[in-house]
């Protein structure tokens, strides 16, 4: 498993494999350091240099020319000749990631180190979830890979219905919706603003197909090797809140800022109160927007998250007054559709290209302008594949199971399953380019 994961990743760029090798052979060492340690301050030394050395790793090829064009444009912009021509390696904000756990946890006595070199490399660079999660913890793998047996009949089973469903998602929902949202961000000001508004209703179901059929066949392929990945969504358009969306939304991520980074900022700033909480969710996901890409416009994405966790924060029982006359359904509806509207709205800055075109999109979001021959093709094509997504997300939350297509009768199983996969094989056969998961690039 750990030659296929290895062969999986250096096919792409083998110069990068090296990276991979490296950074898991680094740490597997810090934690055996750490956990020997004999006293307290000697651990948090060997912590803080496992700390500095992965993040200064993940700084250098990630955030090296953004920190330089920031600097630049204070001198003029004459820093251009810092600039390194690299290229980003695949996945290494989640392996990075996955990697601070183990030794965070060692260093707070949650963990122990693993003895077997290969079963820590194997959690770092198991292909299914090398590259774009989800972010798993070495205290849910770990045991996994020391114990590892012959998958069973129904690991297939479930394994399988994964990977329908997120072959579905990925292919002929994220896909084929991701050619109208390129098509129009790359030249707004053609469009009118009904088209630019179904433009970006489009990318959040691009995103979410993406991604989300990005976990599902990742963690359908973990489990046809008999490993549990975690879940990585939980129907996150049907949050009624900010809060909620993020416990709903990549929860893989989130669950690791909430762990590793906001918890303690809370206990460093209890004595602030009120205050010191809403400065953790601040400062937590200001690093969240940092963490999806190096750029001003992912900063004001994490921010303006931040910015509505705090006034939920603050106004939870204010708001709860207000509204409390109102039937509960039709407050649930509310609160779902206001949720919605401010994520969807915060995913401009996430998917224009740069600030200026975020100007201009919003800019002509709010003028009308003559339609073009588009118009029709994107509302029929968003309505389909909005009803699509509500229809998985529907029976995920009514059986509590992201593999309830495992659970039904096998006949139905693969009268569903066939046509589906005859789709998506199609449409990969046709295609003349395949599109990139949006992941890939963090």
Known sequence: MLAASYFFYGYWDWRFLILLVGSSLMDY????LIFKAKTKPLKKAWL???????????????????FIDSFGASFGNHLDFLHLHILLPVGISFYTFQSLSYTIDIYREKLSPTKSILDYCLFVGIFPHMVAGPIVRAK?????????QKPLKNDFNIGFSLITIGMFQKVLIGDTAARFVDHIFADPQYYSSSELLFSLLMFAIQIYADFAGYSNIARGSAKFFGID??????????????????RRWHISLSTWFFDYLFNPLVISFRNWGRF????????????????????????????????????????????KKLFGFLPIRINAIISTLLTCTYVVFTWLFFRAANNDVVMLYLNRLFVNHTTSTISLDLYGIFFTYFIAIMVI???ELKTKNHEFLAQINPAIKFGIAIPLWVGVILYMYTILKPMPFIYFQF
């Open 29 to 32: 060492y810090f934690g055996l």
């Open 48 to 66: 803080v240099f496992s700390l500095a050395l992965n993040l200064g790793i993940l700084l250098f090829f990630k955030y090296f020319n953004f």
């Open 140 to 148: 849910d793998i770990l045991p996994q890979l020391a114990s590892l």
């Open 229 to 246: 990945l975690i879940d990585n969504f939980n129907q996150p358009f049907f949050s009624k809140s900010i809060t909620e969306f993020w």
């Open 276 to 319: 010191g909480i809403a400065m953790a969710l601040m400062i937590t996901f200001f690093f969240s927007g940092l963490w999806h890409g190096a750029g001003t416009k992912f900063i004001i994405f994490g921010l303006l998250h931040g910015f509505a966790l705090t006034f939920e924060f603050y106004t939870k029982k204010f708001r």
């Open 393 to 395: 997300d529907y029976f």
